[in-house]
């Protein structure tokens, strides 16, 4: 198929077929305001209204214990006398009453405990009871610092070494778009940070670099070929190999979400487990900002370093002058295989011109072959008799 014809086909014939030439780079103003509106609400919400920490960070005591059939209502007027009525109370999996507070004396702790015994019909020693003070918190909070420090430096020297500065630039600008639009989800929401939240917090930041690694590596292959005949603008090339890749993104992508949907429906909606809901919460919310600023930050700001190359700068240039950039036409994945001959698209800038898929070459035919008239007898000369 040229790339000047219009695909066909329902959009997931397209994706398996490598029949589709979206436009990604070329919208990057549009992508770029996306994340900066939403990143600017979450940071206003940070402003004015902050997170919801957990007992572990601000410090405070939690009792629990195993209550069926009691609702929060009932437990909250429960502790109505004892001055703990506005506690955060939950229902764990239908069964197990959890309610935490600020941090509470030993009277306070036994007659909230007495009070929850008298609810659940059990006796006090049922009932468990976790204080936590808020240095504790603030250790983990340092901890997880320092490790985020870490993490940039090493992905930025890894990056560095294997490809290039730019590209780690790239990189780390996804994932600093990750954590802060990760951050803003838990601020507007008021959802509760706890240990478990930083954990996946830090884990989702690896599935987001290992998604633009992906997409780097290829725009890295087909880069060779530009690099050597100027054919493509990086741009162009980048756009390609978005679209190469496409399927692979959305399939990983899938993947590894559904396991973490099943976490939060069986294991936190099903089974209570309150750990569960916070450690997967954070997971579902990196995964799905990971998939999209894999192509939709990291790819667009490596583009927009590249083109400023004077090398880059000039093959565009060269080709707007002469007509091969800009006629509204992307290349797709299967005419780019179709005209590298098989090679996923490596070496394309040295194959196809920008914006036009040429057809295999005809293969030559053979040159006649020669008699040779080695072994033919000769005639014999016609001399004077004698």
């Not at 994706?15 to 979206?22: A, C, D, I, R, S």
């Not at 870490?150 to 070494?161: C, D, E, G, Q």
């Not at 390609?240 to 976490?263: E, H, K, W």
Request: net charge positive; glycine share 10%.
């Amino acid at each position: 198929m040229s790339v000047t014809d219009k695909p066909t086909g329902s959009l997931r014939h397209r994706l398996y077929q490598g029949e589709t030439n979206f436009r990604f780079i070329s919208l990057w103003r549009r992508w770029f305001l996306i994340s900066g509106v939403v990143i600017l609400i979450g940071i206003l919400s940070l402003v004015f209204q902050g997170l919801n920490f957990g007992i572990d960070f601000e410090g405070g005591t939690s009792w629990e214990v195993t209550a069926p059939g009691v609702s929060v209502e009932a437990t909250r007027d429960a502790l109505g006398p004892t001055g703990q009525g506005d506690a955060q109370v939950q229902i764990l999996g239908g069964r197990r009453l959890l309610v935490e507070a600020a941090p509470t004396g030993p009277e306070e702790q036994a007659k909230v405990t007495a009070a929850l015994a008298k609810l659940a019909k059990t006796s006090a020693s049922n009932v468990a009871i976790k204080s936590v003070g808020p240095s504790w918190g603030g250790e983990v909070t340092s901890k997880a610092q320092r490790a985020l420090v870490f993490f940039f430096l090493a992905i930025a020297l890894y990056i560095s070494l294997r490809f290039e500065w730019k590209m780690a630039v790239a990189a780390l600008a996804a994932v600093v778009h990750d954590i802060l639009v990760t951050v803003g989800v838990y601020s507007l929401s008021g959802f509760e940070v706890t240990p478990a939240t930083v954990i996946a917090f830090l884990t989702i930041l690896g599935f987001s670099l290992y998604d633009t690694i992906v997409v780097f590596d290829k725009v890295d292959e087909n880069t060779k070929g530009l690099a050597a005949s100027g054919r493509l603008t990086y741009a162009d090339t980048v756009n390609l190999s978005m679209n190469q890749v496409l399927m692979r993104s959305l399939n990983t992508s899938l993947v590894a979400i559904l396991p973490i949907l099943s976490v939060l429906v069986i294991g936190a909606g099903v089974l209570g487990a309150a750990t569960l809901k916070d450690f997967g919460l954070a997971l579902l919310i990196g995964l799905l900002t990971g998939a999209y600023s894999s192509i939709y930050v990291a790819a667009p700001v490596l583009a927009l370093l590249k083109e400023r190359e004077p090398r880059y700068r000039a093959i565009r240039q060269r080709l707007d002058a002469r007509g091969g950039v800009g006629r509204g036409a992307v290349l797709t994945p299967a005419a780019a295989m179709a005209a590298s001959g098989g090679m996923d698209g490596a070496g394309l800038g040295a194959e196809v011109p920008a914006g036009e898929a040429r057809a295999p070459k005809a293969p030559t035919p053979p040159r006649p072959r020669q008699q040779s008239n080695r072994g033919a007898p000769r005639p014999r000369k016609r001399g004077r008799r004698r």
